[in-house]
């Protein structure tokens, strides 16, 4: 998912990226780091979150 419209937003870019996560129905994201307000939205939605992925998608879903 492309989350480039976000990166240069000084305040509320984990909320907006996860409204976007949200909005295509995902159980689980993958992302070297998730801040608390995010974590604390993505969780009420039901969407799991695995911290510390570094790496192409592809392959950490291989390790998992």
């Known amino acids: 998912m492309d989350n480039s ?8 870019a984990g ?6 996560v949200s909005d295509k129905s995902a ?3 993958l992302t070297g780091f998730c801040g608390h307000n995010a974590f ?3 969780e009420a939605a039901g969407v799991k979150v ?14 998992l």
């Open 5 to 12: 419209e976000n990166v240069n937003v000084l305040k509320g």
């Open 15 to 20: 909320i907006q990226a996860t409204v976007m």
């Open 27 to 29: 159980e689980v994201l």
């Open 40 to 42: 604390k939205t993505l």
């Open 50 to 63: 695995a911290n510390d992925f570094s790496g192409h998608g592809k392959r950490c879903c291989k390790c």
